[in-house]
């Protein structure tokens, strides 16, 4: 099985790249994990559209050649980042330009969607996403991860989980396996 980490921030340690590396430390027994990384795709512009570029053919492909999509994404004004919207946009976009029967590239996939921000949990975030997904075709898990970033992240720039944040975690990647399979 193949799972494809998405991570709606480009900040190198960001804290959901932080907890995307934690699931998939939960699941490199169980899945083939890679990370997508989608920071040299251009903003979506018709004009540029076909042939896609370069970047954008490269996540097309290793977003195709995944079982399963987690998504993990902070929480900017109460929604996901533009980033991530911006790829969203790319992926969901039909393969062959103004053929919509030739499908996309994120349509029928399975995802699951977490994150980690401040008091809300990327509870606001995590809504949205799974809105949109919804909206493109995909297939969302009904169970998500919210972690609620105290004051030492802030302060040390690491993730601190609670025992209850691990096993709300845990929970979802063995849920995750089960629905991907």
Known sequence: MKVLMVVGSLRKESFNRQLA???AELLKDK????FLEYDDVPF???DIESPAPEAVARV???VGAAD???FFSPEYNHSYTGVLKNLLDWLSRPLEAGNYASGTAIAGKKAAISGAAGKSGAGFSRERLRELLVQIKVDVLPEETGVVLGAECWQ???LVLTEEDEAQLQKQAEAFLA???
């Open 21 to 23: 590396q934690k699931a």
């Open 31 to 34: 899945a083939e994990v890679s």
């Open 44 to 46: 979506m512009n018709q």
């Open 60 to 62: 097309r492909a290793e």
């Open 68 to 70: 399963g999509l987690w």
């Open 156 to 158: 040390s720039n690491e």
């Open 179 to 181: 629905f991907v399979k």
